[in-house]
C-alpha cells in the first residue's frame, strides 16, 4: 500500500482545521502550512498530529505546490482547511491506494450552504484531481481556479469531499469581491478583453445555466440565492475587467 500525505494550506481557520484534519485520520502523514494566522491555527493542529509548517503567502496555486513539495510521501491528497472527506470517500482512497491503477484520482465535492448541502445548480457536480503522485502531477492554473494536473491515466473515486466555504453572508460577498480582482489579474496577464456584451450576457447565462441547465431551483430558495449571487460575481468579474481596460 502507498503511503499518503494529506496537505492542508491554512490561515486563521482555528474554527474548522480540527474537522479537516480529524477525518483525515487514516493518512500517515497531515501537513499543514500555515500563513500568518493570528488565531489558534497551529496549536490546534500540533495538538491533533499534524505536522506544521509556517511561512508566508504566495498565491493558492504556489502555496498548494510547495505543501505537495514538502510532504513526506509522493502519494499526496490536497484540501482545504474548509473541506472534510467523507467516510465513503475515505475508504475509496485506501482502497485506491492498495495499488494505484492511475496517476491521479478525481474526487466529487458536496458543498453546504447556509447548513444545507446543495446537489444542483453550478455546486454539483464539481469533480476534479485532489489525489495524485507527486511525481506525476502538480498543481497548476492561474490566481483562482487551482486544479491538479497529471501525466498518465486518471480515475474516479466514490464518496464525497465535504465543502462548507462560507461561514456566513459577508464572507461570501468578501470572497466574490477578492475572486473578482483575482481574475482581472489573470485575465490581463493572459491577454484577454471584455466587451458590453461579456458584462451583460454572461451574468444571464450564468442564472439560467445554474437555475434550469444544471437543475438548481431544485435546491429551492437556496438554490435561487446562489444562482442569483453566482451571476453578480460573473458580471463584477467581467465588469471589472471591462472598466480595468478602459481606465484613463
Known sequence: MERLSVTIIACNEAD????????VSFADEVLVVDSGSTDATVAIAQGLGARVIETDWPGYREQKNRAALWAKNDWVLGIDA?????PDLARSIQSALLAPVASGFKVDRLGFWMGSPIHHGTWRPDRAIRLFDRRKGQWTGGAVHERVA???????LDGDLMHDPYRNLSEQLLSIDRYAKLFVEDAKASGRSARVSDVILRPVLHFVKALLVRGGVRDGVRGWCLAGLGAAGVMLKWGLLYLEERAP
Do not use: F, L, N
Open 16 to 23: 474548522r482545521i480540527g474537522r479537516a484534519i480529524e477525518s
Open 150 to 156: 497529471v501525466e498518465g491515466a486518471t480515475e474516479r
Open 82 to 86: 474548509d473541506e472534510w472527506v467523507g
